[in-house]
């Protein structure tokens, strides 16, 4: 799986968008862009993934930059309940080997 | 989303006792569990694949006769940590795929355990 590069905190106040970046320059034809977040001592929570277009669901918006060698995680209205460590994964869906190699995240603290 | 549930959600236990947790696929078949390991302010580290009838892959540096997995139905895979110590003190998560899906992972709740 290729690596991933996230900052490690972000701050985002409550009500506004939280943009999250990830570079995964290394990211190869048919790996695809997961992300997932974890509340403090609670499991990992699937948000969202794609390979090149850009996704949303009732969760957030995925935006793959064209060169697909970076995203963004848009929460676009935050709240208090998205504070969390939010992971950038890259993979082959369904590969052989197919689970998941998490990084360090970034850690999202959303005040009021 | 599919459902993944672990119990129990959390354990104390005393030192050189075992420990078993559950990990069951509520609504899909899980051909494939995995288990992680997570110490305080560190990412998930994984563990094991665990895979229905047949023996689970160890990750380097874990030990397969202290951590035994058995995965004999496809919705139920269970972690035993034998003879327990301080130092197994973690958060354990289960999480599984759903066949035919684009690959997402489902995780379980996790389950905290304290060996004192």
């Known amino acids: 799986d290729a690596k991933t590069t996230q900052p490690p905190s972000m701050d985002c106040a409550e009500g506004r968008a939280a943009n999250l970046p990830c570079n995964h320059s290394?990211?190869?034809?048919?790996?695809?862009v997961y992300w997932y977040r974890q509340i403090h001592s609670q499991g990992p929570q699937y948000i969202i993934h794609g390979l090149k277009n850009n996704e949303t669901n009732e969760m957030a918006s995925l935006i793959i930059t064209e060169d697909r060698k970076s995203s963004t995680l848009i929460l676009p209205h935050a709240t208090l309940r998205d504070t969390a460590v939010y992971y950038c994964?890259?993979?082959?869906?369904?590969?052989?080997?197919?689970?998941?190699?998490f990084g360090k995240g970034t850690m999202l603290l959303v005040s009021p | 989303g599919a459902v993944v549930s672990q119990h129990p959600s959390w354990v104390i236990c005393k030192s050189g006792t075992s420990v078993k947790i559950e990990c069951r696929s509520l609504d899909f078949q899980a051909t494939t569990m995995f288990w992680y390991r997570q110490f305080p302010k560190q990412s998930l580290m994984l563990m094991a694949t665990s895979n229905e009838g047949s023996k689970a892959t160890y990750e380097q540096g874990v030990e397969k006769d202290k951590f035994l997995i058995n995965h004999a139905s496809l919705t139920l895979s269970t972690l035993t940590v034998t003879s327990a110590h301080p130092e197994d003190s973690s958060f354990y998560i289960c999480?599984?795929?759903?066949?035919?899906?684009?690959?997402?992972?489902?995780f379980g709740e996790g389950s905290r355990l304290t060996v004192l």
């Open positions: 999480s599984a795929s759903l066949v035919g899906s684009s690959g997402e992972l489902f």
């Open positions: 994964i890259v993979r082959v869906p369904n590969s052989g080997y197919s689970t998941l190699t």
């Open positions: 290394t990211i190869s034809g048919n790996e695809y």
